[in-house]
């Protein structure tokens, strides 16, 4: 037969051999493993030499799982012990990449399933769903750092709160998961905390508060969020004398909600122009012509509601006039709840409190740490 046919199937029959790539990277790693402990030595084996630095102390198997399969490597010793390789070493730091591969792509949306995939994919073995979930548990030390870091001044707040379906003693509920953002003298913003409660009450916003003020936050003057009695309640008890501004763009949706469809066009053109006022003054002269629109279509009842309700949404005006367009609304937060919404669509239903924390809070902590030194507001004017 040819020389040249000859290698093409020998060749050919090698490779469609399993294992013929692990027996030549088990070959090639025992053979770097042999040289290293040869140089660290002084000495091949058997060899009779002056300049020796130890000697021969049998050797040991070791296991090594890699992307072309698994295989075991002869690891020689010296009688003092002192002998460290690096090759398990290295294969170790690829290991922990990879890991943290597997939950970086958990956190960025991809769902387990096809996390799975992937990894049979790339590697050639196969990752069960909850292989996937325990692997992404590994970053749950650096969250738990980062959720528990000291605070320090921040003059304005910012919370919002989204709900998720979570599994709870059998039944899936929904809960509240609670992102505050702080605001410091340096204009710069942050995310300060998040929690999964199991309802916007006082006890839930309570602990939030107690949360924030054990880990130093102090110097607040202004906070932004919804409607919340709870809320209302536990910033006077932790931070007397902060100014609480209800989010506007809630406001007009509680408005809107009021009116027939028929009403709305006119009454968000003339709520806006009260919103649109310089000065608390400008903007109550302003809310006569919203009244008298409403008690022309006999809406008496919200009249009274407005009056009642729309300094809270008024707050901003105490502000100076260049923070007034981004600390109106909880509108920054927008960006935020877009990527929590992007991932626990995938999700659906989260098997409990800690994984909604674990996984929403590390897109939080992935976001804030985004924002970086960028300054948000222009805080000394």
């Not at 942050?190 to 916003?205: H, N, P, Q």
Request: glycine share 6%; charged share 30%.
């Amino acid at each position: 037969m040819d020389r040249t046919k000859l290698a093409a199937q020998w060749q050919e029959a090698l490779i469609n051999q399993d294992g013929y790539l692990a027996s030549i990277l088990q070959q090639a790693l025992q053979k770097a493993l042999e040289s290293q402990f040869a140089l660290f030595i002084g000495a091949e084996s058997y060899e009779r030499t002056d300049q020796r630095n130890g000697y021969r102390n049998g050797s040991y198997d070791r296991e090594l799982k890699t992307r072309v399969g698994s295989f075991s490597l002869n690891i020689c010793r010296d009688r003092d012990g002192l002998f460290q390789q690096t090759v398990f070493e290295r294969y170790q730091r690829s290991e922990k990449a990879l890991v943290l591969g597997i939950a970086e792509m958990y956190f960025d949306g991809v769902s387990t399933r096809k996390v799975a995939h992937i990894m049979e994919e790339l590697c050639g073995y196969s990752i069960s769903k909850s292989q996937v979930s325990e692997l992404a548990a590994t970053l749950d030390g650096s969250l738990k750092i980062w959720r528990e870091r000291r605070l320090e001044r921040y003059r304005y707040l910012i919370f919002d709160a989204r709900y998720e379906k979570v599994r709870d003693n059998g039944h899936i509920v929904s809960k509240a998961f609670i992102v505050a953002v702080g605001i410091n003298d340096e204009g710069i913003r942050e995310i300060l905390g998040c929690w999964v409660v199991d309802s916007e009450s006082y006890e839930a916003w309570d602990g939030c508060f107690k949360s924030l003020k054990e880990r130093g936050l102090h110097g607040v003057e202004y906070v932004v969020s919804d409607e919340n009695k709870g809320l209302r309640k536990a910033l006077m008890k932790y931070f007397q004398g902060a100014k609480l501004q209800r989010c506007q763009v809630h406001y007009m949706r509680n408005f809107i909600a009021k009116l027939s469809k028929s009403e709305q066009k006119e009454g968000i053109r003339l709520l806006q122009e009260v919103f649109a006022a310089h000065t608390k003054e400008e903007a109550l002269d302003r809310l006569d012509n919203v009244s008298d629109f409403l008690l022309s279509k006999k809406k008496a009842h919200v009249v009274d509601w407005l009056e009642e309700s729309i300094e809270e949404a008024l707050t901003v005006l105490d502000l100076p006039e260049a923070h007034r367009r981004k600390m109106k609304s909880t509108n920054m937060l927008e960006r935020v709840n877009q990527e929590l919404k992007r991932r626990s669509r995938v999700v659906r239903i989260f098997p409990n409190d800690f994984s909604c924390v674990r996984l929403l809070g590390a897109i939080c902590q992935e976001i804030s740490e985004g924002w970086g030194s960028r300054m948000y507001l222009r805080m000394n004017i």
